[in-house]
């Protein structure tokens, strides 16, 4: 629990420290000032989907901070219509599937996006699938992406 706890208020502070594009329309956002590495961008029903992953290990690491049973990484999803505020009022579910199985993520809300923790394995190809259920609308993306 505690653990969780600090988990979150770490990647709380690094979505804020990202810099101000939390507060910014979406059409006139930067990928660069959101926290991890863009992975995959598209478009759903008028709607743009970024992704962001990042890499928990590592920043563990950097924190020198000993977090055993963590998962790998963190991947974030930005939603929103071009021109428009970002969707901050969703509910999203990640379905990652890969040569070794399947792993199932709840997202939460975060700054303007939704994140969950996931295990990815370097070398290994897997298919990202993302459900967002927003006023009164189902979106579903889809893509491969290998570590």
Known sequence: MQKTILLSIFLALTMLL???A????????DQAQRAGE????SMVDGYNFSYHLIDMKAKMQELKMDMPGMKSHHLMVYVGEMGKKPITDARVG??????????????MGMGDGYG????LKKGE???????IMADGKQLVDEFEYTL
């Open 38 to 41: 863009n992975i995959h961008n």
């Open 94 to 107: 990640y379905l990652i599937t890969s040569a070794s199985g399947q792993q199932q993520a709840m997202a």
């Open 18 to 20: 990202g810099g101000p």
């Open 116 to 119: 969950a923790d996931v295990d």
């Open 22 to 29: 939390f507060a910014m329309d979406m059409a006139n956002m």
């Open 125 to 131: 190809k897997v298919t990202i699938k993302v459900k």
